[in-house]
């Protein structure tokens, strides 16, 4: 791997980290109405799945799902499926993981969030494309495959960590008047929306 292809690779990495999508809405979403702590945990499980992507496409297992056009298309519709339902339920104003006011039982612990993130990523099929199609470009056969890997995983997460970490403060500074009665009605239906567009975006690929 040269160091131009490392630099490019790091440049389109960050360029795809801070353009809207699913994550950097589920992060907001979760920004605005519970906080950016909270929020945090959607980066991790992002993140999670992510170095997950990597293995799979350091084993070439990632290429195996995408030759299939209906475990492809079964991931991408289950993965939009679970977006749309969390942001309708926001906007109705039904119980959701990404709800305060009207919430049925106890919030979702952090493990859950966790996990719900994960899914995310991991049901998003423009993920499974970068993963599979563009990665690869960026690695040298003739070089041992694992190390490179390696270092592209780090130019890829820690950088991304720290984008979706200011996406989840900047929105948590809206968060002190977005908790308030009067407010989280209002502040449900935009993170609800915000969602709902990150499954259309995923049901779009």
């Known amino acids: ?27 907001v979403a979760y920004g605005i109405s519970r906080g950016w702590r909270t929020s945090l945990f959607v980066t991790l499980g992002i993140l999670s799945a ?19 056009p209906t475990l492809f298309l079964a991931i991408k519709w289950l993965g939009a499926a679970y977006l749309v339902y969390l942001g309708l339920s926001a906007i109705f104003g039904r119980p959701s993981p990404i709800t305060l006011s009207r919430l ?6 952090g493990r859950q969030i966790y996990a719900g993130a994960v899914m995310l990523q991991l049901t998003n099929p423009k993920t499974l494309l970068m993963f599979v199609a563009i990665l690869p470009q960026f690695i040298d056969p003739s070089q041992p495959v694992g190390l490179q890997m390696s270092i592209l995983a780090a130019c890829s ?13 900047l929105a948590s500074k809206a968060s002190h008047w977005a908790t308030q009665p009067k407010y989280s009605v209002i502040t449900e239906r935009i993170a609800g929306t915000l969602v709902l567009a990150a499954g259309v975006l995923v049901a779009a690929v």
Not at 14 to 19: D, G, N, P, R, T
Not at 50 to 66: E, K, M, P, R
Not at 157 to 169: A, K, N, S, T, V
């Open 157 to 169: 997460i820690i950088p991304e960590f720290f984008i979706l970490l200011g996406y989840g403060m």
């Open 1 to 27: 791997m040269t160091m131009q292809s490392w630099l490019l690779f790091t440049a389109t990495e960050a360029a795809l980290s801070l353009s809207p999508g699913p994550a950097v809405m589920m992060v």
């Open 104 to 109: 049925e039982g106890k919030p979702l612990s």
């Open 50 to 68: 992510n170095a997950l992507y990597f293995a799979l496409s350091a084993t070439g297992i990632g290429s195996l799902i995408l030759a299939s």
